[in-house]
């Protein structure tokens, strides 16, 4: 059988496509990153209820218009750790009927066509209408405004603009086969669901987006050669093409993404086994009259959004059956596989790849303070099992920060906006800061075993003051942990007053020990030993006030001037200065409240 077309209409079809295709990128693009913050917001309340997940699922597809994409970025979360597989059922439930809402926009261009039998109201319906108005706004925001919310959002209806003319192109192209008979019997041949399940597949695996391979199918509509018989079968077997994505994404995968991926992959295959086997069945009995009847674009939107609702009202009593099913399809090995903390897939979507650094950091930050904590224990009580655990942190600690930095640049890459940019230049810097904390922590286990080994004795006094110490190291660290895991100012901002309190306890206790040696109290091995201890605590709270500061400067002025900012604060903020009394008052050394209980202070001694 031979379709005789001409070449100029195929090469006008073929650039119908690459605008069609090309629109669909630059307005998913730009809706990912217009709607970052809403999408990371959304991510954050991941539960494992699946009604939740499923929502989830179709509002972040509904707004990136590409269920391949929220599929990839699942299969990314699962693979990372960062979601499990049973919330991922639902997630990915929701995905596939939120891509629905493409086919009904690319619908809008087969409103009205013949625009003089049409009233008013609609003419104002017809893309070749409101699309150029469209497209003049989304041009208007993008050269004219500062602000890169409001030029994504431009670009969002720029990209709606390319998608509909590619969209008319191909149905001006194709309008030419109308009357063509053997065009006409091509699609006869799909009355074999087979043939029509295997089409649609195929051309959606080519393009690998089900939205731009319904696009093609509605354009083709317009040639009247398409019935409701031969595009059901199509349109489930795009359903099933569009996995392909997922699919390829998973190879690189562990046993979970994989499973993910093949939730995808099941989820269409047996919706489309049962409901075209039961169409045909009841088509069989009842003798559907619809199905030669000539589709039109509103049509095919039907036909795939009914599909995807049923698909989900068949599962949805059956999610734990269809993520068994995918854990039974990869079974388990032997050996437990490493989890991936960070996932290239994110990259796809910036601003939530950001947010799963943040919360990497997150768990690298408490893996380093605890660490830290767990050493002072040590000086006070010697135990070889915590000794150990503080190295396992600290060797986590030192992984945390190989695998942040190397992704952080890779992210850095991408096409961010300011926010997320900002983000990862914090991020970038307190990683250094946490992993140093677990070294000093480290070197505070070392000192501990010195103590152990020489059973060197403080004195009741030095035992005193180093508890003090210790107390104000503990709070230091607390604070710096959940200033940096709330993104909080205002507890960032009690830092670098204690920070100063710490170096001035640091600092008289290094006096107390030089005068201990004059007096011959202690050995030059005790002495060196509490220089350790006194150097590692130190420095440990000056990075704490490195990430604070980093905090306040990049959260709360969208810059870096970390050293600026602290050497301001001191000189001038009443604040700090009441904070640095209170914990002077709060942290006080034996001698010291002896000398206040007679009117004086250390410094007046000094």
Same mark, same amino acid.
């Given at each position: 059988?031979?379709?005789?077309?001409?070449?100029?209409?195929?090469?006008?079809?073929?650039?119908?496509?690459?605008?069609?295709?090309?629109?669909? =990128?630059?307005?998913?693009?730009?809706?990912?990153?217009?709607?970052?913050?809403?999408?990371?917001?959304?991510?954050?309340?991941?539960?494992?209820?699946?009604?939740?997940?499923? #929502?989830?699922?179709?509002?972040?597809?509904?707004?990136?218009?590409?269920?391949?994409?929220?599929? +990839?970025?699942?299969?990314?979360?699962?693979?990372?750790?960062?979601?499990?597989?049973?919330?991922? +059922?639902?997630?990915?439930?929701?995905?596939?009927?939120?891509?629905? +809402?493409?086919?009904?926009?690319?619908?809008?261009?087969?409103?009205?066509?013949?625009?003089?039998?049409?009233?008013?109201?609609?003419?104002?319906?017809?893309?070749?209408?409101?699309?150029?108005?469209?497209?003049?706004?989304?041009?208007?925001?993008?050269?004219?405004?500062?602000?890169?919310?409001?030029?994504?959002?431009?670009?969002?209806?720029?990209?709606?603009?390319?998608?509909?003319?590619?969209?008319?192109?191909?149905?001006?192209?194709?309008?030419?086969?109308?009357?063509?008979?053997?065009?006409?019997?091509?699609? +006869?041949?799909?009355?074999?669901?087979?043939?029509?399940?295997?089409?649609?597949?195929?051309?959606?695996?080519?393009?690998?987006? *089900?939205?731009?391979?319904?696009?093609? $199918?509605?354009? #083709?509509?317009?040639?009247?050669?398409?019935?409701?018989?031969?595009?059901?079968?199509?349109?489930?077997?795009?359903?099933?093409?569009?996995?392909?994505?997922?699919?390829? *994404?998973?190879?690189?995968?562990?046993?979970?993404?994989? %499973?993910?991926?093949?939730?995808?992959?099941?989820?269409?295959?047996?919706?489309?086994?049962?409901?075209?086997?039961?169409?045909?069945?009841?088509?069989?009995?009842?003798?559907?009259?619809?199905?030669?009847?000539?589709?039109?674009?509103?049509?095919?939107?039907?036909?795939?959004?009914?599909?995807?609702? #049923?698909?989900?009202?068949?599962?949805?009593?059956?999610?734990?059956?269809?993520?068994?099913?995918?854990?039974?399809?990869?079974?388990?090995?032997?050996?437990?596989?490493?989890?991936?903390?960070?996932?290239?897939?994110?990259?796809?979507?910036?601003?939530?790849?950001?947010? &799963?650094?943040?919360?990497?950091?997150?768990?690298?930050?408490?893996?380093?303070?605890?660490?830290? &904590? #767990?050493?002072?224990?040590?000086?006070?009580?010697?135990?070889?099992?915590?000794?150990?655990?503080?190295?396992?942190?600290?060797?986590?600690?030192?992984?945390?920060? =190989?695998?942040?930095?190397?992704?952080?640049?890779?992210?850095?890459?991408? =096409?961010?906006?300011?926010?997320? /940019?900002?983000?990862?230049?914090?991020?970038?810097?307190?990683?250094? =800061?946490?992993?140093?904390?677990?070294?000093?922590?480290?070197?505070?286990?070392? /000192?501990?075993?010195?103590?152990?080994?020489?059973?060197?004795?403080?004195?009741?006094?030095? %035992?005193?003051?180093?508890?003090?110490? /210790?107390?104000?190291?503990?709070?230091?660290?607390? $604070?710096?942990?959940?200033?940096?895991?709330?993104? /909080?100012?205002? @507890?960032?901002?009690?830092?670098?007053?204690?920070?100063?309190?710490?170096?001035?306890?640091?600092?008289?206790?290094?006096?107390?020990?030089?005068?201990?040696?004059?007096?011959?109290?202690?050995?030059?091995?005790?002495?060196?030993?509490?220089?350790?201890?006194?150097?590692?605590?130190? &420095?440990? *709270?000056?990075?704490?006030?490195? @990430?604070?500061?980093?905090?306040?400067?990049?959260?709360?002025?969208?810059?870096?001037?970390?050293?600026?900012? $602290?050497?301001?604060?001191?000189? *001038?903020?009443?604040?700090?200065?009441?904070?640095?009394?209170?914990?002077?008052?709060?942290?006080?050394?034996?001698?010291?409240?002896?000398?206040?209980?007679?009117?004086?202070?250390?410094?007046?001694?000094?």
């Amino acid at each position: 059988m031979v379709i005789t077309i001409d070449l100029f209409d195929v090469l006008k079809l073929m650039y119908g496509l690459a605008l069609f295709l090309f629109g669909m =990128d630059i307005m998913s693009d730009a809706m990912k990153k217009g709607a970052g913050n809403q999408l990371k917001a959304i991510l954050a309340s991941l539960t494992s209820n699946t009604v939740k997940g499923f #929502l989830l699922g179709l509002g972040v597809t509904a707004i990136i218009q590409s269920s391949s994409a929220t599929t +990839v970025m699942v299969v990314g979360f699962v693979n990372s750790g960062a979601m499990t597989l049973y919330q991922a +059922v639902g997630v990915i439930m929701g995905a596939n009927v939120g891509t629905a +809402v493409t086919s009904w926009l690319t619908g809008l261009s087969g409103v009205g066509a013949g625009g003089e039998a049409v009233s008013s109201i609609l003419q104002w319906m017809k893309p070749d209408t409101w699309v150029p108005i469209l497209c003049l706004i989304g041009l208007g925001l993008t050269m004219f405004s500062k602000k890169d919310r409001k030029r994504d959002f431009g670009t969002v209806f720029l990209g709606f603009g390319v998608l509909m003319i590619g969209m008319e192109t191909m149905s001006g192209a194709v309008s030419v086969l109308r009357t063509n008979v053997q065009f006409q019997s091509l699609f +006869v041949m799909f009355r074999n669901p087979i043939f029509g399940v295997v089409a649609g597949m195929v051309l959606t695996a080519i393009v690998q987006s *089900s939205s731009a391979s319904v696009g093609i $199918l509605q354009s #083709l509509t317009t040639t009247g050669a398409i019935t409701y018989g031969a595009a059901i079968p199509i349109i489930m077997g795009q359903n099933i093409g569009t996995c392909v994505t997922a699919m390829i *994404s998973a190879f690189s995968a562990n046993k979970n993404g994989k %499973r993910a991926a093949l939730i995808h992959l099941y989820f269409n295959i047996i919706g489309v086994l049962v409901w075209l086997n039961l169409f045909y069945l009841l088509d069989y009995f009842l003798d559907f009259t619809f199905v030669d009847y000539a589709v039109d674009m509103w049509g095919i939107a039907g036909i795939h959004t009914i599909f995807k609702v #049923l698909c989900v009202l068949l599962f949805a009593p059956f999610t734990k059956q269809l993520e068994r099913l995918a854990t039974v399809s990869v079974k388990d090995s032997k050996e437990e596989e490493n989890v991936i903390l960070l996932d290239d897939r994110l990259m796809q979507t910036p601003s939530v790849a950001v947010k &799963r650094c943040e919360e990497v950091t997150i768990a690298m930050a408490e893996t380093s303070c605890e660490a830290l &904590r #767990l050493s002072l224990k040590l000086l006070k009580n010697y135990d070889k099992k915590v000794a150990q655990k503080v190295r396992e942190y600290e060797n986590r600690s030192d992984e945390y920060e =190989d695998i942040l930095g190397s992704y952080l640049v890779k992210l850095s890459a991408c =096409d961010l906006d300011g926010q997320d /940019s900002h983000e990862i230049t914090k991020l970038l810097h307190v990683i250094g =800061d946490f992993e140093r904390i677990s070294d000093h922590a480290v070197s505070v286990v070392i /000192s501990a075993e010195e103590i152990e080994d020489n059973k060197i004795v403080f004195s009741e006094d030095e %035992r005193r003051d180093l508890d003090v110490l /210790s107390a104000a190291v503990d709070e230091i660290i607390g $604070l710096v942990y959940e200033c940096f895991r709330k993104n /909080s100012v205002l @507890i960032a901002e009690q830092v670098e007053p204690l920070e100063q309190v710490v170096d001035y306890l640091t600092e008289q206790m290094k006096m107390q020990s030089v005068l201990r040696l004059q007096k011959k109290e202690s050995t030059i091995q005790h002495g060196f030993i509490v220089s350790d201890i006194l150097n590692s605590l130190e &420095r440990a *709270s000056d990075h704490c006030s490195n @990430i604070a500061g980093c905090v306040i400067e990049i959260s709360g002025h969208g810059s870096l001037l970390v050293h600026q900012y $602290l050497g301001a604060v001191k000189d *001038s903020d009443a604040n700090y200065n009441l904070a640095y009394k209170e914990y002077r008052k709060k942290y006080q050394f034996l001698t010291e409240e002896a000398s206040e209980s007679k009117g004086l202070s250390r410094e007046k001694l000094k």
